[in-house]
């Protein structure tokens, strides 16, 4: 057992432990220390000495003391620290599964699937933070809590010739499936039949609601509950409060004064400005940088492990404390740099929390000054010092110490290094009654992203140390960082063996090495050095407007310099960013402008020149030219219920060139006019401003999700005028059907899932409860966006006028009635769901064939239903629509049509 381990196994028993006279003092409950706990402590002793004799603890006191208050589930919740920068993160990288934390098993003997999936839902319904989903709102997340768990996934691969191989590619499936924060679930969990007693469990949850203690948390707890045999005979104790009331106390914790002797130790460590850490790259770092990565495991063999347990012991030093000192001493005698950044995670946990599921864990930049005539045990002693800040100082986010002026420009996402014993719940090995569970390997599961450019995780055991390192592809060739680790382990041997030896006498690359690695260096230097002749078209602001909207360029997107050539989306801007950019446009500029001018003024060069005219510019139309260039005919495309055409800008740009493609948005997003709250004023509207850019027809029609509803009406009204519209396409835009079909279709659903009888049973009772009350589908699916609950204290006039767009537009689709369309409606569907909606009603046709008296087309395309106009879904979306179109405009042509374009 690692003294992390220990620690936390005494806090978790209520045993205290402090130094008397130089001895090691234990005051403990009755009955609480075991044989086995009083030889961990023989055996731990020198450490703990070691350790508390600096005074130092595992939980901040200041935190352990205070009493978390309960929070009103009425009022609107907060979200903590970290989840505010995941969820920012989540909002540029959308669909991304770098975040997502997978787990999976291979269970051997008899399982009981309906057992298992109670278990499962048992722990959702415990922690509500599983039960979470995070919205927009303004300009940051929301909190709604669900009531219900998901499901438990079952396949069946018992009849397919490659079960095995089958089965694992369905792991690696799940385990990269990108999560919808906005609509949940944040964990989800498959079984994978592959024999009558073998399978496998794969659970994965989202980083939003979950850390690595929460993983052994939710193993812990699977296991309790499954081997309870629905005796209810578990032994855990109701919850005191859950994760949104930690957050809430959370955040007025930092905010006050208890928080300053850290931040004071974390600005002494930075006094000076620290270099970027110098890795062994095969190449140069992107600007837009990748998460692609690689797992690569590792064992370190049984004599060298148990070297390292010994010589610990003898050193009184922890594992963690002498492996970082030996990663650090590895780093400098590759690079020879003498000022090193290595981040490592602490748990951030109280003796409260240790039984809470939640995101509480923190990353720390721990920074060390290493010599090359430095001795080993010099390292060792002086990187205690260093690694005492997890205990002293861990609560201080790590986006507000990289905030620190002297931080400017220095990347901390280069490497990570950790003992998985640090974040271990009460217990990691899943135990089910009669079965046994084996865990699979990050290779075996297909994890292939990195969070940061090289990790190192060790994972300790009784005799033989092993872990895994993951790192990004797009700097690394697998044979570096499998030399990185043959090197290390020489360098660990020697050192164990000769700790009075310097750093250089401890080198670990031959000469020929050291060669090549130089080698390697010069060349990516000169990379580097033409990168830099190649940014030369760097221009800085030249006038106060500019030098405002850079500086707010800055703030948002969260880069160190922006030109005012730089286009907003190639820096990262995503619709949301655009949202808070507007924000502070009014707030530093007093001038408010709609989203869509982002679309024709994407620099700060133009946004200036945009600003200066807008007193002398035209009146402001609700056609956006996304891209409006090309010999084709126009396509107009209706936005969703937000009400702005942002989204639609990727979209545009995957189409061929000769495309022209306009956007059409509400024309209340000027703040001056008001919302139109009648589909018919929408669609007569948005045709009178594109019968300018087009007089005649055929026209070509779209709309997405909400947009397609008025698309429709659009198309109707022209045919009315004798119009030909030769494409109506609708992106996944769902038309309600009567409450009972849509209850039937998911009855027969669940049994088709073969859930237990009293899941069916629940099931329908929900239903008499609660959907009949229901006045439509797409009230139930809207109600959280506009729940007067829900609804966010807008902070600008931008964000109050998109919420009375979105308000007009869900009062139009319940007061529309559509009639019949005699022509061809063509509708692209997203494919994939969340686990809980798989027994939501989704007819094939999305519920619009009774309308349509001609021909209907469905086309399936890949994502959700919010991310398939992002990437990576969109690439398969504009495949899907450039076919629509060209077939479309080929019929026209054919039948000698006349078309009107527009450039």
Not at 182 to 188: S, Y
Request: net charge negative; glycine share 4%; proline share 6%.
């Amino acid at each position: 057992m690692s003294l992390e381990q220990l620690l936390s196994d005494l806090s978790q028993r209520g045993i205290k432990i402090s130094v008397q006279d130089d001895k090691l003092r234990v005051r403990a409950p009755k009955g609480r220390v075991t044989p086995e706990l009083r030889a961990a402590l023989h055996q731990s002793k020198p450490e703990l000495l070691n350790l508390l004799s600096q005074q130092r603890t595992v939980a901040s006191p200041a935190k352990a003391a205070n009493a978390i208050p309960l929070l009103s589930r009425d009022a609107p919740l907060p979200v903590s620290i970290a989840q505010e920068r995941l969820w920012l993160v989540d909002q540029l990288q959308p669909g991304s599964s770098t975040y997502n934390l997978p787990m999976a098993f291979r269970l051997t003997g008899h399982l009981d699937a309906d057992r298992l999936e109670k278990s499962l839902q048992t722990l959702v319904k415990r922690h509500e933070v599983l039960r979470t989903i995070y919205p927009p709102s303004g300009d940051g997340p929301s909190v709604i809590i669900e009531t219900t768990a998901p499901a438990l996934t079952c396949t069946d691969l018992q009849q397919h010739p490659e079960p095995e191989v089958q089965a694992l590619g369905l792991v690696a499936e799940l385990s990269k499936k990108p999560f919808d924060l906005a609509q949940g679930p944040l964990i989800h969990y498959s079984l994978i039949r592959l024999a009558a007693d073998e399978s496998l469990l794969v659970i994965v949850v989202h980083h939003m609601v979950a850390d690595g203690w929460s993983l052994g948390l939710i193993i812990s707890e699977i296991s309790a509950f499954y081997n309870a045999k629905g005796s209810g005979e578990v032994s855990f104790t109701d919850l005191p409060f859950q994760y949104a009331d930690f957050a809430a106390w959370q955040k007025q914790w930092l905010a006050s004064e208890q928080l300053t002797p850290q931040l004071d130790y974390w600005h002494q460590i930075f006094t000076d400005s620290p270099e970027t850490l110098k890795l062994p790259l095969d190449r140069l770092h992107s600007t837009s940088q990748s998460t692609q990565g690689r797992c690569q495991t590792f064992n370190i063999d049984s004599s060298l492990s148990q070297a390292l347990i010994a010589f610990c012991q003898q050193e009184g030093k922890s594992q963690f404390t002498v492996l970082l000192a030996s990663f650090k001493a590895l780093l400098h005698c590759y690079s020879g740099q003498k000022d090193l950044i290595v981040c490592s995670p602490v748990a951030g946990r109280s003796s409260d929390t240790q039984q809470l599921i939640g995101y509480f864990n923190n990353i720390l930049p721990l920074r060390t000054q290493v010599s090359s005539h430095q001795t080993f045990r010099d390292l060792i002693q002086q990187e205690q010092k260093t690694v005492t800040a997890i205990y002293d100082y861990p609560d201080v986010p790590l986006q507000q110490i990289a905030n620190f002026p002297n931080l400017a420009g220095i990347s901390l996402s280069r490497a990570l290094f950790v003992l998985q014993s640090q974040q271990s719940g009460p217990q990691q090995a899943l135990t089910l009654d009669a079965v046994t569970a084996q865990p699979l390997t990050k290779e075996e599961m297909g994890v292939d992203t990195a969070d940061f450019d090289l990790a190192i995780f060790v994972e300790p055991a009784p005799h033989q140390f092993g872990g895994y390192i993951q790192y990004r592809t797009e700097l690394f060739e697998q044979s570096t960082v499998e030399d990185l680790f043959r090197h290390w382990v020489t360098l660990l041997e020697r050192a164990l063996e000769q700790p009075e030896a310097t750093l250089s006498e401890l080198q670990p690359l031959g000469t020929v090495e050291r060669q090549q690695l130089q080698d390697k260096v010069d060349a990516l230097n000169q990379l580097s050095a033409k990168a830099e002749q190649d940014q030369a078209h760097y221009v800085a602001p030249r006038n106060p407007v500019e030098l405002q909207l850079t500086q707010i360029w800055q703030t948002v997107l969260g880069v160190d310099q922006v030109g005012v050539h730089d286009n907003f989306f190639d820096l990262g801007g995503s619709s949301l960013l655009a949202l808070q950019l507007f924000n502070q446009i009014k707030m530093v500029c007093d001038q408010k402008l709609p989203l869509a001018t982002l679309i024709e003024a994407p620099t700060v060069e133009q946004l200036a020149e945009t600003i200066r005219k807008k007193d002398e510019s035209a009146p402001w139309s609700p056609i956006v030219p996304l891209q409006p260039h090309g010999a084709k005919p126009p396509f107009f495309c209706v936005c969703g219920r937000g009400g702005h055409v942002l989204n639609f800008r990727v979209l545009a740009s995957l189409l061929d060139s000769e495309q022209p493609f306009y956007g059409l948005e509400s024309r209340a997003l000027d703040g001056q006019h008001s919302a139109n709250v009648r589909i018919e004023d929408m669609a007569a509207d948005y045709l009178q401003e594109i019968r300018t850019f087009q007089p005649e027809g055929p026209y070509f029609l779209g709309g997405y999700s909400f947009g397609g509803i008025v698309a429709f009406e659009m198309a109707q009204q022209l045919r009315q005028k004798g119009q030909k519209v030769a494409l109506l396409v609708l992106f996944d835009s769902i038309r309600d059907v009567s409450p009972l079909k849509r209850w039937l279709y998911n009855a027969m659903n669940l049994l088709r899932f073969r859930v237990h009888p009293l899941v069916f049973l629940k099931y329908f009772l929900n239903f008499l409860q609660h959907q009949l009350k229901e006045k439509s589908y797409s009230n139930r699916l809207l109600r959280p966006f506009f729940s007067s609950k829900s609804r966010p204290h807008w902070s600008s006039t931008i964000d109050e006028v998109t919420y009375r767009v979105a308000q007009a537009n869900y009062k139009a689709v319940k007061d529309y009635e559509p009639r019949i369309y005699s022509d061809t409606l063509t509708i692209l569907r997203a494919t994939e769901r969340n686990v809980d909606q798989q027994h939501v009603y989704r007819a094939p046709d999305l519920g619009w064939g009774e309308l349509i008296d001609g021909k209907i087309e469905v086309h399936s395309v890949p994502g959700y239903h919010g991310k398939m106009l992002s990437q990576p879904y969109v690439q398969d979306v504009a495949q899907q629509l450039g076919a629509c179109l060209d077939e479309a405009q080929k019929i026209s042509i054919r039948f000698n049509e006349p078309t009107q374009t527009s450039n």
